[in-house]
């Protein structure tokens, strides 16, 4: 199996309750430039991760209170 063939298994993630906006826009360029299945973000980072990869056929995954209950407030 190749790198690419490989790549196509991986959900890249980053799920640091203190992630910036920098860090989830490295994350999904990097997950474009090695086409990886997915990119999985907390909540509140799914709709700048969407946009970021729209079109691109790459999946955006979450988590719910994952982990320290890094979710919407209430």
Same mark, same amino acid.
Request: net charge positive.
């Given at each position: 199996?190749?790198?690419?063939?490989?790549a196509?298994?991986?959900d890249?993630?980053? *799920?640091?309750?203190?992630?910036?906006?920098?860090?989830?826009?490295? *994350?999904?360029?990097?997950?474009?430039?090695?086409?990886?299945?997915?990119?999985?973000?907390?909540?509140?980072?799914v709709?700048?991760?969407? *946009?970021?990869?729209?079109?691109?056929?790459?999946?955006?995954?979450?988590?719910?209170?994952?982990?320290?209950?890094?979710?919407?407030?209430?």
């Open positions: 199996m190749t790198s690419e063939e490989i196509r298994y991986i890249h993630t980053n *799920l640091r309750p203190m992630a910036t906006k920098k860090d989830i826009e490295l *994350l999904c360029a990097e997950a474009l430039r090695y086409r990886f299945a997915a990119v999985c973000v907390n909540p509140f980072r709709q700048l991760a969407a *946009l970021l990869l729209k079109g691109s056929g790459i999946k955006v995954a979450s988590v719910v209170g994952f982990p320290l209950g890094a979710t919407f407030p209430r």
